[in-house]
């Protein structure tokens, strides 16, 4: 298995809190992603970054921010949580070139209530 | 935008029979990647197969095999000889570039279960 690890693997929070996850990697890869996973949508890109403090939007990353201070560590952050970001939340790793396969984390169920 | 459909919310097949799971994806490119991962109740991402559009051969994995149209925009996957491990939930997913981030855009997904 990749050496991926997300912390915390389940959170329940109130709306309007901050909420930080974490995705932590062991295999040096230079594309780290964060994808949400919701029913009727399959897993949609969140933000991802090519590199250390190099990072863009993807698809869904209103409300969401992220940041990369070290190649192993990737933080996605809810500056207020709300109700619709309730979902299940999976860092995924890259080397990027080619069709080199990406590598799932376990996920991360975030409850906002 | 590149988008994919997977039509098929469920489907259901006897054990040791094959069964086939449709996808269909938009795209202007040329060159792409499709992929069909399986997510079991553990939750686990888990990659099945993988097509490269410019190969005109069909993917396969044991077990697995696509069914590639580049024209029609179609990537199926077949799974032949079906076991109890395989009930899952199956997604297709569409990768624009070749080279740089992997920004997979993903279907819906397909849930899949075995009748023994």
């Known amino acids: 298995d990749a050496g991926i690890t997300q912390s915390p693997r389940h959170k329940v929070t109130e709306t309007g809190t901050p909420v930080t996850l974490r995705c932590h990697q062991t295999?040096?890869?230079?594309?780290m992603y964060w994808y949400r996973q919701d029913p009727g949508h399959g897993l949609r890109l969140i933000h991802y970054s090519y590199g250390v403090k190099d990072t863009d939007k993807g698809e869904v990353s209103d409300g969401y921010s992220v940041s990369r201070s070290k190649t192993e560590d990737f933080l996605l952050t809810l500056e207020s949580a709300t109700s619709s970001q309730t979902s299940v939340y999976f860092c995924?790793?890259?080397?990027?070139?080619?069709?080199?396969?990406?590598?799932f984390g376990q996920g991360t169920r975030l409850t906002v209530v | 935008a590149q988008t994919v459909t997977q039509s098929q919310p469920e489907m259901s097949v006897q054990e040791a029979e094959t069964v086939t799971l449709s996808c269909t994806y938009d795209?202007?490119?040329?060159?792409?990647?499709l992929f069909w991962y399986k997510q079991p109740p553990s939750r686990q991402m888990i990659l099945v197969i993988r097509q490269e559009a410019y190969k005109q051969q069909n993917a396969t994995e044991n077990r697995f095999s696509v069914n590639f149209q580049k024209a029609a925009k179609s990537f199926s996957l077949k799974i032949s000889d079906s076991q109890l491990g395989d009930a899952a939930m199956y997604f297709c997913?569409?990768?624009?570039?070749?080279?740089?981030?992997?920004?997979?855009?993903f279907g819906q997904g397909t849930r899949l279960t075995i009748n023994p």
């Open positions: 795209t202007s490119e040329s060159d792409y990647y």
């Open positions: 997913a569409y990768r624009k570039s070749i080279q740089g981030a992997q920004k997979l855009v």
């Open positions: 295999e040096n890869h230079r594309y």
């Open positions: 995924a790793i890259s080397l990027g070139t080619g069709g080199t396969e990406a590598f």
